[in-house]
């Protein structure tokens, strides 16, 4: 993508290589959200089967005369050749007006807006818990590993990382939820309305789904990089010249082994942002994960578009915001700085 | 005196790595262990600062003095915090990748400091090892490979230790920064342990060799005394097997390799390998004693004057038709935001049976003119010829076609050579690429693994069952398997013991004359050169200052930058 960028001068000191550097990089996630965008509207239209098989009852579709289905078809654009279709769509990208949805008449914008905050609650909580304890176990795990010890944490690791999500979700409704009753399995808020024990009582069993299945590959992640860099030839150098182990590890260990991980959390981030789809299906949680099923189950093509888009702007942005937060964590990437 | 060690012995399992070795530093001392890699020399300097896995077992006495700090039983140390840093500051081995990749100069200074009780200031450290406030505030990635250097040396002084250890600290610079390095240790009036593999680079700066082979002590020598008397026939041979930039020094090179820790020879170790073994020699271990100001181990120290070494032959005099022509070379890279040019207007030609030199210090494009003539890149101008054809007009088959007909030899004998696959394999493989009949195989890897200098034993081997020397050589069968008219060799002895450089050479040598091969030898060390090659041409900022024959360039260099590089690498 280097074409959309304009060449700096060899002496690139400063503010003015700093900021071609941010519009480039700005510049080239513009082009990803375009392709992101276009996968975004063909995608839904390559699945089996369109909206009009879907609308209402089957007996009711079946009564539908042809004439009343052209009628349906062109009220919502799907008879529209495909670039008209598509010209439409990234209209309404710009302009945020993304139709309304097909299966419950709410305007896509309104069932985003609805569902986001619930989502952001959840998937941020459950974000907080699985990176600081995979990051803190990651990281004694990998201290262990290097005095010899830890084989069995490794073991147990893998195995929490193979769990599936809806099992695992299962297993904590059958215990928790209906054997001993401790925690609500169903929706987010009790009949109460929103309080915040009711709030928080319900995210218990969702986010320790979330937790449990997503600790496994950070503390996985963490551990293999804190022994790269245990290794590696700066950190062997530093104990060479006497530098205590407490201070190597807080010093020259944590801060270049948690810059690989800096990354993947930001990605995954960007993922769960859109929602959780198993985890908020199984516990009828009003996020976006939840709508975004239901809008594949019924063919909703505004309503999946727009979900999809939340998804791609939450992904590109994440990785945008990791690129740009990486180089403050690492010197190497900055630029600018060559002697 | 500051450190005096008596019987140190470092095993590994079985394997006895240092075997009963003693040494002293005196006050400001500057004391080099030298040998081949494998000699145990870098064993022997972890050992002293506690630095050995928990799987070496050391014994042995040492005793650490100053006139600041109470002595220090370096036997019974338990708990190295206070002394590694403090009192033996250590410039570890590799200081080119081994600064902290994330804190600025001045914050590793500082933390040094701190962890050490130093009382200096960080720009006076820096300023004792020759750098500047600028360097202070810079990461480790924007300095060179020299600045790097300094600051770890800079980083060793902080805790201002009674004794300095230094492994290997000039790989990676080139023959000048090396000897500023080198100059700079020396200067700085601290006892100071080298370890090395370069003998020679080091004769200008220390003042005593403790020379090792075999995981024992074979010479311990004061510099003043190494041109004259008696003394070890290895320490003779490490010496004559440094290419010297005066043509009417003959280079030799030491046959054979170190023997591996598990399969030691009895008697003498160095007895296989070296000229002027006897029976004695083969059967009774040799014990260190007095001869003149040092100490050798060898029965034979009494007829060792005149060793004898295998010397490299010179070119015989003829060169037939250009092979390469390389004309109006000039090469671009481009990347995002900078353009730098490589190569700017470079001729070059090579006949058959000639070997030319190619030399240049890092960046000077000398790898970059190798990589053109093999086709790998193409030249943002210019053309090359290789006999008739021309290379950069070729795409596609007639490129690989071409491509065909020029062998290359790696830099790097550990990791050019697939380490699944056996050498028979491995010799074949530019057959089985360029479609050549099976049955023709045979002759062809036996042909060219004898032109190399191998034997025929080898081909069921593992590249990791064989030493350094042997797997370049393995390289230069893989080379000349099939039939090539040019051989490009990239530096291809630099990763090699001193002591085996010179037989590389004379295998290069042998293959071009039987051969009549055009060889290209990329190097960055001048003596090499003018030692093994016809011509040299002489790269800077990627173009040619000098160009012309080999006893030319030694004995009159027309342009500074020459000479310059000449006196860095003149012992």
Redesign the interface.
């Known amino acids: 993508m280097s074409a959309i960028q304009t060449s700096a001068p060899d002496t690139s000191l400063g503010r003015p290589g700093r900021v071609t550097y941010l519009g480039g990089r700005v510049a080239e996630y513009v082009v990803v959200l375009f392709v992101a965008v276009t996968l975004n509207f063909l995608l839904p239209r390559a699945l089996p089967g369109g909206p009009l098989k879907l609308f209402g009852s089957p007996e009711a579709l079946a009564r539908l005369t042809a004439e009343e289905r052209a009628q349906i078809a062109t009220e919502y654009g799907f008879g529209d050749p495909v670039h008209v279709q598509f010209f439409a769509y990234l209209r309404s990208v710009v302009t945020l007006d993304l139709g309304t949805s097909l299966s419950d008449g709410r305007t896509v914008t309104e069932a985003i807006g609805e569902a986001l905050p619930w989502t952001l609650l959840l998937v941020g909580t459950s974000i907080v818990c699985t990176t600081l304890i995979g990051i803190a176990l990651g990281v004694i795990g990998g201290l262990r590993r290097s005095e010899g010890k830890g084989a069995g944490t490794l073991i147990g690791a893998i195995v929490v990382d193979s769990i599936p999500q809806f099992w695992l979700a299962m297993v904590l409704i059958v215990w928790f939820g209906v054997k001993w009753q401790v925690a609500p399995t169903f929706g987010a808020t009790g009949p109460d309305g929103v309080t915040v024990t009711g709030l928080a009582q319900h995210l218990v069993l969702p986010v320790a789904t979330l937790t449990i299945t997503g600790i496994g590959y950070i503390f996985l992640y963490t551990r293999s990089s804190m022994l790269n860099v245990l290794t590696s030839e700066p950190v062997q150098h530093a104990h060479a010249r006497g530098i205590p182990r407490g201070r190597l590890v807080r010093r020259h260990v944590l801060r270049p082994a948690l810059l690989p991980v800096h990354t993947l959390i930001m990605l995954d981030i960007g993922f769960l942002a859109a929602g959780a789809i198993v985890v908020e299906t199984v516990f009828a949680y009003p996020g976006l994960g939840r709508l975004t099923f239901g809008a594949i189950a019924a063919r909703d093509y505004p309503l999946m578009q727009g979900t999809f888009l939340v998804l791609t702007l939450m992904v590109v942005l994440m990785n945008l915001l990791a690129d740009l937060t990486y180089p403050l964590l690492d010197p190497r990437t900055r630029t600018g700085g060559e002697s | 005196m500051t450190l005096s060690v008596q019987d140190i012995t470092v095993r590994y399992g079985g394997k006895v790595a240092v075997d009963h070795v003693d040494l002293e530093v005196a006050d400001g001392e500057v004391v080099a262990v030298v040998g081949e890699s494998g000699c145990g020399k870098t064993s022997l300097a972890r050992a002293l600062?506690g630095?050995l896995p928990g799987s070496a077992e050391v014994s042995g006495r040492g005793v650490l003095r100053s006139d600041r700090h109470p002595d220090l039983d370096l036997g019974a140390v338990e708990d190295?915090?206070?002394?590694?840093?403090?009192r033996i500051?250590?410039v570890?081995q590799?200081?080119m990748?081994?600064?902290?990749?994330?804190?600025?100069v001045e914050a590793q200074l500082r933390?040094?400091l701190t962890?050490?009780d130093g009382t200096a200031e960080p720009g006076d450290l820096l300023e004792r090892v020759g750098l500047t406030a600028r360097e202070l505030h810079?990461?480790s990635?924007?300095?060179?490979g020299g600045q790097r250097q300094r600051v770890?040396i800079a980083?060793?002084l902080a805790?201002d230790p009674d004794l300095l250890i230094a492994d290997e600290p000039t790989t990676g610079l080139d023959a000048v920064m090396q000897g500023k390095v080198l100059g700079l240790i020396a200067s700085l009036g601290i006892s100071t342990l080298i370890v090395s593999h370069d003998m020679a680079g080091l004769l200008p700066y220390a003042d005593r060799f403790a020379v090792m082979y075999a995981g024992r002590l074979a010479e311990v020598v004061p510099v003043t005394s190494l041109h004259q008397g008696r003394h070890h026939p290895y320490t003779a041979g490490l010496l004559a097997a440094t290419p010297s930039t005066d043509r009417t020094v003959t280079w030799a090179s030491i046959s054979g390799s170190a023997p591996p820790l598990d399969d030691l020879p009895e008697g003498c170790r160095f007895a296989p390998r070296c000229p002027v073994a006897a029976d004695e020699c083969r059967t009774t271990v040799p014990d260190l004693r007095v001869v003149g100001d040092g100490a050798v181990a060898c029965h034979r120290v009494e007829v060792a004057t005149d060793v004898g070494y295998p010397a490299v032959p010179r070119a015989a005099g003829t060169c037939g038709d250009p092979v390469l022509t390389m004309s109006g070379i000039q090469h671009t890279y481009r990347s995002?935001?900078?353009t730098t040019t490589a190569l700017n207007g470079v001729d070059l030609t090579v006949g058959r049976g000639e070997i030319i030199g190619l030399v240049g210090e890092s960046g000077s494009g000398k790898s970059t003119l190798a990589r053109i003539a093999l086709g790998l890149i193409r030249p943002s101008q210019g053309a090359v010829t290789l006999g008739k054809d021309e290379v950069t007009g070729s795409r596609g088959r007639r490129l690989r076609a071409v491509q065909r007909r020029v062998g290359f030899i790696h830099q790097d004998p550990y990791d050019s050579l697939h380490p699944g696959m056996k050498v028979a394999a491995l010799i074949a493989e530019p057959l089985v690429i360029a479609k050549v009949p099976r049955g023709e195989h045979d002759g062809k890897i036996r042909s060219a693994l004898a032109a190399a200098g191998l034997p025929e034993s080898l081909l069921g081997r593992y590249p990791g069952q064989l030493s350094g020397g042997q797997r370049q050589r393995v390289s230069i069968a893989r080379a000349l398997v099939n039939d090539p008219e040019l051989l490009v060799a990239d530096e291809a002895s630099s990763m090699l013991d001193v002591s085996t450089r010179g037989g590389i050479a004379t295998t290069l040598r042998s293959v071009a004359t039987e051969r009549g091969l055009a060889v290209v030898f990329v190097t960055h060390d001048m003596g090499e050169a003018i030692q093994s090659c016809d011509r040299i041409v002489v790269l800077r900022h990627g173009r040619v200052v000098e160009a012309g024959a080999c006893g030319t360039i030694s004995s009159s260099p027309e342009h500074e930058y020459t000479a310059q590089l000449l006196a860095a690498s003149h012992h």
Not at chain 2, 141 to 144: E, F, I, T
Request: hydrophobic share 35%; aromatic share 6%.
């Open positions: 600062a630095l190295w915090r206070g002394i590694r840093g403090r500051g250590i570890p590799g200081a990748s081994g600064l902290s990749p994330i804190h600025r933390e040094m962890v050490h810079s990461y990635h924007q300095l060179s770890a980083l060793a805790g995002r935001s900078r």
